[in-house]
């Protein structure tokens, strides 16, 4: 065989290998081999991790994962209790004590008062090396309905939130030279999610806001982050906004529905944490491979989407196909 023939057979095997892993994983490719022989979750051990939205859903489970890895935490939401609950947890499960956790009440959306937060974070710990922004809500609602106001309301939690809290953290990891910001994004922020227009414009704005920062300081040891789940079993439809101000969807998932379990989402999180990855999509199929076609035939993938209609592609975000 000569030279040429050989390359293309590598080109071919290489291509069926990747499909397999699309076809028949649960996270994108590069996420799925740094499970297997890249850095562990453990080796953020002794790092002082800080999870916005931990009382719950994804939070919740990280915390957990990072307890056992032996890492620092800071929890924070707004449900003291059930923060309280999520420490007493980690310390069950994890190789933490009292002191390694903090739990501090935050509303993401109370600017005026994330300047004090850090600085009880700081007097805790005396550092933050990671920042997961992972508090939230999603959305159901049709676009053509859904007021104006809860476009605001949803960018305010789901963006601005977020910016915040990092543009207060972010100059400490600068002057000491090290740091990370994890965002729980979603694939939403990477596909249209129909009857959920406002967090999906959230999720692409979070996507862009956080790329640009990437570059801005990669010469200044601060890593960035994007997290990109799929369908995963959460309460998150249970506070979801809806086109209405002021209003909850209020609804709840199906065990049956094909997503992905929470503490099997956190652990790729952990990984993709552990490694310092740019941005990983943690999903099952077909969400996965639609992740996949988006990215690399854009167009076929829109079309593709208005053939299947707004049943079949509502179907794929519940989990249900």
Request: aromatic share 8%; net charge positive; with cysteine.
């Amino acid at each position: 065989m000569d030279l040429q023939s050989l390359l293309v057979w590598i080109v071919i095997l290489f291509n069926v290998v990747g499909m397999v892993m699309i076809l028949l994983g649960d996270a994108d490719i590069l996420l799925q081999i740094r499970a297997k022989f890249g850095k562990s979750v453990k080796s953020l051990a002794g790092q002082v991790i800080w999870i916005t939205g931990a009382s719950s859903g994804i939070g919740e489970e990280l915390a957990y994962e990072l307890a056992r890895a032996g890492c620092r935490l800071v929890l924070s939401a707004r449900r003291i209790k059930e923060l309280e609950r999520v420490k007493k947890e980690c310390m069950l499960r994890g190789r933490v004590k009292d002191e390694d956790i903090l739990v501090l009440k935050l509303d993401s959306i109370d600017f005026a008062s994330h300047k004090t937060a850090v600085n009880k974070v700081l007097a805790h710990f005396k550092h933050i090396d990671v920042l997961v922004n992972n508090a939230g809500r999603s959305q159901r609602a049709e676009w053509l309905k859904t007021s104006v106001q809860v476009d605001r309301d949803m960018l305010e939690l789901n963006v601005l939130g977020v910016l915040s809290l990092s543009k207060l953290v972010l100059p400490y990891m600068i002057e000491r030279g090290s740091g990370h910001i994890v965002n729980i994004s979603s694939v939403a922020g990477k596909l249209g999610a129909p009857l959920s227009g406002s967090y999906t414009g959230a999720k692409h704005a979070l996507q862009g806001w956080f790329d640009a920062l990437r570059i801005e300081v990669g010469d200044k040891n601060i890593h960035v982050t994007n997290v990109c789940p799929g369908p995963v079993f959460s309460n998150i439809l249970a506070v979801a906004f809806t086109e209405n101000e002021g209003e909850e969807f209020r609804g709840e998932m199906n065990p049956n529905e094909k997503r992905m379990k929470t503490d099997r989402c956190a652990y790729l999180t952990g990984v993709a944490m552990a490694n310092k990855m740019w941005e990983v999509w943690i999903a099952k199929n077909p969400v996965l491979f639609f992740c996949y076609a988006n990215q690399y035939m854009p167009n076929l993938t829109k079309w593709l989407s208005g053939k299947l209609g707004l049943k079949t592609i509502k179907k794929m975000r519940e989990g249900q196909n």
